[in-house]
């Protein structure tokens, strides 16, 4: 009786305790899916945006290509090209509707591209009538870059947000299994005990049964004792009869005789009581192995439910498990089909790169030709010339050279995007020393000064940063006060002073931090970020050579470095160019 609720209490706790994992299970291969859809909608969602900024692009192409040649090609483009605009940024919004930061970052987009489809076909329009300048391409191209900065910081946001998800995603699919193998193991130790339970109990049933055999043997010896008993009474009673006949000369006898008689009946009442005694017992016993019986057959009906309810879940982890392979064979198909999109976007930038090529090499033979027919004509037939006519050829020819140094700036600050980056651990030092070299002659000329204070060792690419310490000294020099000797300063040191903002993006530690100023001629404050602008000059070309690229190419090269850099300067007192770079 003391067994039965040890058994009952090991199948409730075993039920409870699988029950739960069941359901904690459950949960996280539902999270597991969840997890793996959330990282599936960020791919699209950064496809999506790629598809977009490739759309926008390839509009403006169109455009161009329509102003400068005037073939109705690309119109019939334009058409292609802003529908399927249009079916991406509906794409875009359905992907983001829940995500309120993304909405509004794509509400702007909208404006904006609304604002260049206005600026271009205004711009093809006026193409018809009229040339168009230089100058006007530059507010499409701010448009552009606001544009790009917008695309780029939803595709930021994404990547947060991948980079969240993807982490849960991970230690969903290391929860899960651990979980599933919990509840195995659990399970088979439920079994394992409960069998063992009732296996005790069987065999202390078996023990019971053979005490109340021998008890029920014990009580069929008692009776065949009882029975010789009686036997033996009615004998005395016999011999009592006959005595009672001798009853006058045998009284001593007689005495003796109802002694014995009363005696035998104290002997077979006792006897009788311990008889009922035993059938009492063994009642009680029968009593009891029935229950165990009925007992045990419920113990073996609820295993038999538990081995059901176990089956179930096995075929459901199964279930379960084939549906997580189909995501896993998903993403990795969308995985793919991202690095697919990427290879064509490199191919593309070959093909753009080897455009650039051609059309420079192009634009600059007929300038070449230009310069040399006009020095020819200048050299041989000066003295025919009117002095008018010398200065347009001198115009003619100096507006040759500005147009081959902007093409060769072009294919300079096209090709930072095209070519392949190699950093190596460099003697930054060092390449100051040669670009100083390579500027001797016009150090020498303006009898300038340059100061190096401080020493840094950086992983860069030293071509690139070459052009850089060069286009920064040569700026220097050109802006320099006339009849002043320029003095260029070049600092190194930690940059621990860089703004908390660009510090957050950076997600570095160390960086170093390298000043270039100078005494020149300085600018004005408000045109600290629009100096780093291609084509901004923020003087003439009468007053001082140049096109309007250099600091450009700059600013791309710290781009490409992982760094940032900032313009101060004070008009007539000189400026300052700040650089920070990872150390």
């Known amino acids: 009786m003391i067994k039965k609720p040890t058994i009952k209490t090991i199948f409730v706790s075993a039920i409870i305790i699988l029950l739960a994992l069941t359901f904690l299970s459950y949960f996280r291969i539902k999270n597991l899916s969840e997890s793996a859809s959330w990282v599936n909608h960020t791919k699209n969602v950064e496809i999506t945006l790629e598809k977009i900024y490739i759309n ?23 058409e292609i090209r802003n529908a399927e605009l249009d079916i991406n940024l509906d794409l875009l919004q359905n992907l983001i509707k829940d995500n309120r930061g993304q909405v509004k970052r794509l509400s702007e987009i909208r404006n904006l591209i609304a604002k260049n489809r206005t600026f271009f076909r205004g711009l093809t329009k006026k193409s018809q009538s009229s040339d168009i300048s230089p100058l006007v391409w530059i507010e499409g191209k701010k448009i552009l870059d606001v544009l790009k900065n917008r695309i780029l910081e939803m595709t930021l946001e994404e990547d947060k947000l991948g980079d969240k998800r993807i982490s849960i995603f991970v230690q969903a699919s290391f929860l899960t299994p651990f979980f599933t193998f919990i ?38 010896v008692s009776s065949e004792k009882l029975a010789l008993q009686n036997i033996e009474i009615k004998r005395r009673a016999a011999d009592f009869l006959l005595a009672n006949s001798e009853l006058a000369f045998q009284n001593d006898e007689k005495e003796q005789r109802a002694a014995e008689l009363r005696l035998a009946n104290t002997e077979l009442a006792f006897q009788n009581a311990e008889k009922e005694k035993r059938a009492a017992e063994l009642s009680a016993a029968n009593i009891e192995l029935a229950f165990q019986n009925e007992e045990k057959e419920k113990r073996a009906e609820e295993l038999r439910i538990a081995n059901t309810e176990l089956a179930f879940q096995n075929e459901e982890k199964e279930k379960r498990a084939e549906e997580l392979t189909l995501a896993n064979k998903e993403l990795a198909f969308q995985n793919e089909e991202k690095e697919n999109q990427a290879i064509e976007l490199k191919a593309a930038n070959k093909e753009l790169d080897a455009f650039v090529y051609v059309s420079s090499h192009d ?22 010339l009117s002095e008018t006519g010398k200065d347009y050829f001198n115009r003619m020819l100096d507006a040759a050279n500005r147009m081959q140094t902007l093409i060769e700036d072009l294919l300079a600050f096209s090709r930072l995007n095209t070519e392949e980056r190699i950093f190596e651990e460099t003697n930054v030092n060092q390449i100051i020393e040669e670009v100083r070299t390579e500027l001797w002659e016009t150090i020498e000329e303006k009898q300038a000064q340059i100061e190096v204070e401080g020493f840094c060792t950086l992983k860069i690419i030293p071509f690139q940063f070459r052009q850089l310490v060069a286009n920064l000294m040569t700026n220097s020099l050109k802006f320099s006060k006339p009849k002043i000797a320029p003095i260029i300063k070049i600092k190194f040191e930690d940059g621990e002073n860089l703004p908390i903002v660009e510090r957050n993006k950076m997600q570095k530690k160390k960086f170093c931090h390298i000043s270039f100023s100078d005494n020149g001629i300085g600018f004005e404050p408000e045109y600290k970020d629009k100096i780093f602008e291609v084509f901004q000059r923020l003087h003439g070309k009468e007053v001082y050579s140049g096109t309007g690229i250099g600091l450009a190419i700059v600013k791309k090269i710290v781009e490409n470095h992982k760094g940032f850099i900032f313009a101060k300067g004070v008009l007539g007192e000189g400026s300052q160019f700040d650089i920070y770079l990872p150390a």
Not at 191 to 220: F, G, P, T, W
Not at 367 to 381: A, D, M, P, S
């Open 56 to 78: 926008i692009l390839e509009l403006e192409s169109s455009h161009k290509g329509y102003i400068l040649s005037k073939d109705s090609v690309y119109l019939n483009s334009l």
């Open 183 to 220: 509840l195995v193991i659990v399970s088979i130790s439920s079994l394992i005990v409960a069998y063992v339970k009732i296996i005790s109990d069987l065999k202390a049933s078996e023990k019971l049964k053979i005490r109340l055999e021998n008890k029920s043997n014990d009580i069929a």
């Open 363 to 384: 634009l600059q033979e007929p300038l070449r030709k230009i310069q040399i027919f006009g020095g020819r004509i200048l050299e041989k037939e000066a003295e025919v």
